[in-house]
């Protein structure tokens, strides 16, 4: 289970350019509306007041059932937005539909020109299938959003993209509102949006041609049909779609290009996106961004002394500067040259990266032996920035983990789950725990506890999946590649799942459908472990040289790296 637990916690590929390929599946989770810490400004009714009272006594107790229930209460005689909205927040933590239900509902009985309860029971209605409450909230969303209806239409595709188990349901849902508003180029805009996430790319396609023939001069329906022939591979027409595109738009030219670039890279195609990276250069030597971008390439790719040079140039740029150092920090981590990464790490001053690099320094201290000093670190950002502590002791998890203390870190996570019971993360990541001790049936008891909670987590369904392949006996294999399949099903692009349905395929005996899968993902993520691998699997089938070429590739960027050591070790010593 290792390489493919570790693959899921890496840092995600940089960001696509469509925002809803950046939406994460969370069918179980919706989103929190806006709300009052306190539900009792205002309110005279008596009644009202004691169950108020009653409801924030229980929400201080962590019990958000009871407080959902008792502010429902008050609301049968208080009309007020602000506990209508306190009570579907609660409701939501709380994980009970039913309160979830009436709340929302009461809400927009208050409140119907709020967009927010409307969100959640459109969100509801797509949970359970129903596609004409779905629809209903939809088209009221559509007409009621304040950005208008082209606005309001993305943000119901957006809404939608959040539930990959009920696809079917969100995609009837489009198809309706395309129906209704057949001149409206946003319900097109929406339709290649919703199509694009679920990887129904002919569809995205037609959809996307239809919104340019109807606004032909939107730059955003150009770019989408862009991303449509990218993740299609028809590279030789979106490169000249682009082509066109920059030369109508000079003065963005430059923006396009590293949002192209971008593109290109979450779909592998990392030749042509190192083109373009370059190009932008060629033409504008001072871009920061461009330069940003091919210094990530290359430190992704392995070549570090490059992309050293490439962010100390950035390291005095205002805008960049943060991130530089941050960058310089994993790279000096990478080649664990550790004084030198908690230096850059210190460096980083603030940005979107401060947080990250707090929790990075933490992990170089325990690398270096300081292990007190780390936690004591991470336990003081517990206390400054409250709302971040499950992550913050999710990290330190992770940290132990990777310092080699597996039994502190165990007991961290332990710790962690008694004062968030049930938590997904948390759960996922005392099974790698238990998977680097030996246990693999405490790993196994995680996961499934993760997916009885969210059935269509596909990260949870992958590791369970990769661990009966790699722990399991032989009778286990089928229900290993099923878990898989759920899983590849919910996230096609993600390249540690198609590793994880490359290796159950090569256990199954299948090499030939194995090699297919474990190249397309060693091509779109070059990790050691996906090619140990695919090394063997090519040794298996007779070529020898592509195996040992891949296994020391893989070397010349992870040297000494323990999975692609032993394979050759066993298998070509």
Same mark, same amino acid.
């Given at each position: ?23 994460? #599946?969370?069918?179980?989770? $919706? ?18 007041? /004691?169950?108020?009272?009653?409801? *924030? ?10 407080? %959902? ?48 309860? =409307?969100?959640?029971?459109? !969100? ?10 779905? /629809? ?39 198809? =309706?509102?395309?129906? !209704? ?96 990276? *370059?190009?932008? $250069? ?7 961004? +461009? ?41 000096? *981590? ?12 210190? %460096? ?5 990266? &401060? ?10 201290? %325990? ?6 000093? &780390? ?13 971040? %502590? ?9 940290? $132990?983990?990777? #310092?080699?203390?597996?039994? *502190? ?7 962690? $789950? ?11 990541? =005392? ?8 246990? @693999? +049936? ?43 399949? !759920? ?8 390249? @540690? ?34 090619? @140990? ?41």
């Amino acid at each position: 289970m290792t390489s493919n637990l570790r693959l899921a916690l890496a840092p995600a590929l940089m960001l696509a350019l469509l925002s809803v390929a950046a939406v994460q #599946a969370a069918d179980a989770d $919706l989103p929190s509306p806006p709300a009052p810490e306190r539900s009792d400004v205002g309110v005279s009714d008596p009644e009202a007041q /004691f169950h108020i009272m009653l409801g *924030e006594m229980a929400a201080n107790r962590g019990e958000a059932g009871v407080a %959902a229930s008792e502010l429902l209460a008050a609301l049968r005689t208080v009309p007020d937005p602000a506990l209508a909205a306190r009570a579907t927040s609660l409701a939501i933590s709380a994980g009970n539909g039913g309160l979830l239900e009436l709340a929302a509902r009461r809400w927009l009985e208050i409140e119907p020109n709020n967009m927010d309860p =409307r969100e959640v029971i459109l !969100q509801m209605g797509l949970q359970r299938g129903d596609a004409d409450e779905a /629809f209903e909230q939809a088209d009221a969303i559509v007409n009621g959003h304040g950005g208008g209806r082209s606005d309001g239409f993305r943000h119901v595709a957006v809404l939608m993209a959040q539930h990959p188990g009920k696809s079917d349901t969100a995609i009837s849902v489009i198809k =309706r509102l395309v129906e !209704q508003y057949p001149a409206e180029p946003g319900a097109y805009y929406a339709s290649a949006l919703l199509a694009l996430r679920y990887n129904q790319l002919d569809a995205a396609e037609v959809a996307a041609r239809e919104t340019v023939r109807l606004k032909a001069d939107s730059r955003d329906n150009t770019l989408l049909l862009i991303g449509v022939l990218v993740k299609q591979g028809k590279l030789d027409e979106s490169d000249a779609t682009l082509d066109a595109l920059a030369k109508r738009n000079k003065k963005e030219s430059a923006d396009l290009r590293l949002a192209y670039a971008k593109l290109l890279l979450e779909s592998s195609q990392r030749t042509r996106a190192r083109g373009q990276l *370059e190009r932008i $250069l060629k033409d504008s030597p001072k871009n920061t961004d +461009a330069l940003y971008a091919l210094a990530v390439f290359n430190a992704n790719d392995g070549q570090y002394d490059v992309a050293r040079k490439q962010f100390q140039s950035l390291t005095q740029n205002l805008d960049r500067g943060s991130d530089a150092h941050f960058q310089l920090g994993r790279i000096a *981590e990478r080649q664990k040259d550790w004084n030198t990464a908690l230096s850059e790490y210190e %460096a980083v001053s603030g940005g979107p990266q &401060a947080l990250d690099a707090a929790v990075r320094r933490a992990a170089v201290l %325990a690398q270096l032996g300081r292990t007190g000093e &780390a936690r004591a670190t991470l336990a003081q950002m517990r206390q400054q920035f409250p709302p971040l %502590a499950p992550r913050l002791r999710l990290a330190e998890g992770e940290i $132990l983990l990777e #310092a080699g203390k597996p039994d *502190e870190a165990l007991a961290a996570y332990n710790d962690a $789950l008694t004062a968030t019971p049930n938590d997904a993360d948390l759960l996922y990541g =005392r099974s790698l725990v238990h998977d680097r001790r030996g246990d @693999a +049936a405490a790993s196994e008891a995680d996961l499934r506890a993760i997916i009885a909670s969210k059935p269509d987590d596909a990260r949870a369904l992958n590791a369970l999946g990769y661990l009966l392949t790699v722990n399991g006996k032989a009778e286990r294999l089928p229900e290993a590649k099923q878990l898989i399949d !759920q899983a590849l099903k919910l996230e096609p692009d993600d390249s @540690a799942i198609i590793d994880s349905m490359g290796w159950v395929q090569y256990k199954l005996g299948r090499n030939e459908d194995a090699r297919g899968y474990l190249q397309k993902a060693y091509a779109q993520t070059p990790d050691p472990e996906i090619a @140990a691998h695919l090394g063997e699997v090519l040794w298996v089938l007779g070529q020898r040289d592509e195996a040992r070429a891949v296994w020391l590739r893989a070397l010349e960027t992870a040297p000494g790296h323990q999975a692609v050591l032993e394979t050759m070790k066993r298998l070509a010593p």
